[in-house]
């Protein structure tokens, strides 16, 4: 019989609130994230610049001012509760009962666009080994999934002006569902 992790409480507060314009999904918090309390907050973590970068935010916050976020109408969370050093430490089984949790949580906020960012996490969570980065065939709650590559220091195939780069192509769909909406007579926010 295998080892089971014992039951994590929530180390990380989601920064999420009504009239999302996108969700952004961690896979888990990183050591120092759940040290700090704060989403991202590790060293070298390319969240933040990246979010800034690709028009998302003003200017670059810092993982303590991650509830500013909300103003920008972008929401944070994660796929797993439980801090780990590095996100391969997850089992499948954590990754796919973290993508139930993360389906009801959707449903509950209806953002315009969830953004996970992690295409490993995606592929093992949800069960599509062949997914690609961007656009998803799939919704999640009912809404449009884009991913995102992981912006941990760690990941080296991608630096932070591809990351800058492929943001800003969520947020520009993310944009344009507005546009869709308030033609059609929908009810989300501009």
Do not use: C
């Not at 979010?51 to 998302?56: I, S």
């Not at 997850?90 to 953002?111: I, Q």
């Not at 599509?128 to 809404?143: C, H, I, K, S, V």
């Amino acid at each position: 019989m295998g080892l089971h992790p014992a039951p994590v409480t929530k180390p990380l507060r989601d920064v999420t609130g009504p009239g999302l314009r996108v969700l952004f999904v961690g896979i888990n918090p990183s050591l120092t994230s759940a040290r700090l309390g704060h989403h991202f907050a590790r060293p070298g973590n390319r969240f933040w610049p990246a979010l800034h970068l690709a028009g998302f935010t003003p200017r670059r916050l810092a993982p303590d001012e991650d509830m500013e976020l909300l103003e920008h109408g972008v929401g944070v969370t994660n796929l797993v509760d439980r801090p780990t050093r590095v996100a391969s430490a997850l089992s499948r089984e954590e990754l796919r009962e973290g993508a139930r949790r993360l389906e009801a949580l959707v449903r509950e906020l209806e953002p315009r666009l969830v953004a996970i960012v992690g295409i490993t996490a995606w592929r093992t969570a949800f069960d599509r080994p062949r997914a690609q980065l961007g656009l998803q065939d799939e919704t999640l709650g009912g809404r449009p999934v884009w991913v995102l590559p992981n912006p941990s220091g760690l990941n080296a195939h991608h630096q932070l002006p591809d990351l800058a780069r492929l943001y800003g192509e969520a947020r520009a769909y993310a944009a344009e569902i507005s546009k869709t909406r308030r033609r059609a007579g929908g009810t989300l926010p501009a």
